[in-house]
């Protein structure tokens, strides 16, 4: 019996970064998708086919691997598994080959970190026989991804968990309606840095610049609450304007690079209705109001577009 998990992506329309401050954000599930599947195993196994790595040590008397690299790629299931033994007195781990499948690379800012993480949880906990409702694969998924981060807000775990749009503001979700009249256009480019490395960044901002920060924090909240009114009302031309603003308190806080920039202006320019950069930055995610000249420029950049229609379902599991 395979127990498999699978946990659609998220693109954050308005309010990364910003959220992990507890100020509000807006997020959905887009049509892309990661895969978790767990089976029963003499050893602990976790394969992917797309992490890349560098600088590899293989023990060839034992044949394992040793690599600080690999086990930060890889942390995000192995702290799942430990979760689990500390919470639910497996004390030595059901054994499990755990098998992650994706059509997008890791790390490009549409929450694969938390796909892993909540696909983990879903089928691990299935495969140790728990029923575990939406609310607690929700819970424990964010203090995993938070454990590996070290800093993490609810955003992702809990947007990827439940699906559809999202309102998150203290901890709290709120489903958005948002008329299928506006839909979005999307993709990412090669991103060098983590969400993690990211993080880290913004936070150093803070340190250094505390008054500057709140004045940005503040202004990135203003933005998402008329976003929230101008999405659930249908108005498109408002949403973009209001894009275009966050990108650039985006790039105020030092997480877009050149060409997150070129595509976000030379699209506005093109005149699509509005674009941003989407996720953690350093690269990875951008978004758009729908429209082919964006989808056009984002090839014609190096980027890759992904599907970026709207799910409802968040996490499902099923055997097979
Ligand atoms: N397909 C995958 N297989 C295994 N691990 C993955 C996969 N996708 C993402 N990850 C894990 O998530 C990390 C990326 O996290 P992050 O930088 O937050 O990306 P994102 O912004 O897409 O969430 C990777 O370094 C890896 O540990
Ligand atoms: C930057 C942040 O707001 C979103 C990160 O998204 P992603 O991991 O880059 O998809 C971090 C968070 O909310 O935990
Ligand atoms: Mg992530």
């Given at each position: 019996m395979i127990v498999e998990a699978e946990v659609p992506l998220k693109l954050t329309l308005f309010g990364e970064h910003a959220v992990v401050y507890g100020k509000p954000a807006i997020a959905y599930t887009v049509s892309e998708s990661i895969k978790v599947r767990v089976r029963e195993s003499e050893k602990f196994y976790v394969s992917s086919q797309n992490l890349q790595i560098k600088g590899v040590k293989v023990?060839?008397?034992?044949f394992k691997i040793e690599n600080d690299n690999v086990r930060k790629l890889i942390a995000y299931v192995t702290e799942v598994i430990n979760y689990f033994n500390e919470h639910y007195s497996y004390k030595d781990g059901k054994k499990a080959a755990i098998e992650i499948e994706s059509n997008v690379e890791p790390s490009?800012?549409?929450?694969t970190s938390a796909a892993v993480v909540v696909g983990t949880v879903a089928a691990y906990s299935r495969f140790l026989g728990l029923e575990l409702q939406k609310q607690e694969i929700a819970k424990i998924s964010h203090e995993v991804e938070l454990r590996v981060q070290g800093i993490a807000s609810i955003m992702d775990t809990h947007t990827e968990t439940y699906g559809g749009f999202v309102f998150i503001k203290e901890g709290k979700v709120e489903k958005l309606e948002v008329p299928p009249s506006i839909s979005f256009s999307a993709g990412y480019f090669r991103r060098i840095m983590t969400t993690a490395e990211m993080l880290r960044n913004v936070k150093s901002l803070k340190e250094k610049n505390p008054s500057l920060f709140t004045t940005l924090l503040d202004s990135i909240e203003k933005v998402t609450v008329e976003a929230r009114t101008a999405l659930t009302s249908g108005d498109a031309d408002r949403v973009g304007e209001l894009m275009y603003v966050n990108h650039g308190f985006l790039f105020s806080l030092g997480i877009t690079v050149p060409v997150l920039d070129q595509f976000v202006s030379m699209a506005r320019a093109s005149g699509v209705k509005g674009c941003k950069v989407s996720g953690g930055g350093g690269g990875g995610a951008v978004i758009c109001i729908k429209d082919q000249r964006a989808e056009l420029l984002l090839n014609a950049l190096g980027g890759k577009t992904i599907n970026a229609n709207p799910t409802f379902q968040g996490v499902t599991v099923k055997l097979i």
């Open positions: 023990d060839l008397h034992e490009v800012g549409l929450g």
